[in-house]
């Protein structure tokens, strides 16, 4: 199974219900929809919490990566002041 494939959160609820609702079995409900069972069980522990702790958690996710992405942009910005200290500096000497 390839790495990065997103979901719907639509596609996710309607396996785990298949699993959960239908009484299908991991395996069956994976081969099928042609995803791993290890993605089917944490979308199942996933979706039994309730709503609000899922949208709290998700919200928490996506401040993480936010703020990842701009430390990783004020580290690259840090880097280039960096160099171009150095540069500047063997310039005066």
């Known amino acids: ?3 990065g494939i997103r979901y ?3 596609f996710k609820r ?5 699993v959960t609702g239908r009484g299908y079995s991991v395996q069956e409900v994976s081969v099928r929809l042609g995803i ?3 993605s089917l069980y944490s979308w199942i522990k996933q979706y039994k919490k309730p709503e609000s ?3 709290k958690e998700t919200d928490q996710a996506r401040e993480n990566r936010r703020l990842k992405a701009e430390l990783a942009r004020v ?5 280039i002041l960096k160099k ?3 540069y500047f500096a063997r ?3």
């Open 1 to 3: 199974m390839p790495k």
């Open 8 to 10: 719907a959160e639509e």
């Open 14 to 18: 309607d396996a785990v219900s298949q």
């Open 36 to 38: 791993s069972t290890k």
């Open 53 to 55: 702790v899922r949208l």
């Open 75 to 79: 580290t690259e910005e840090r880097d």
């Open 84 to 86: 171009a200290t150095a």
């Open 91 to 93: 310039e005066t000497k």
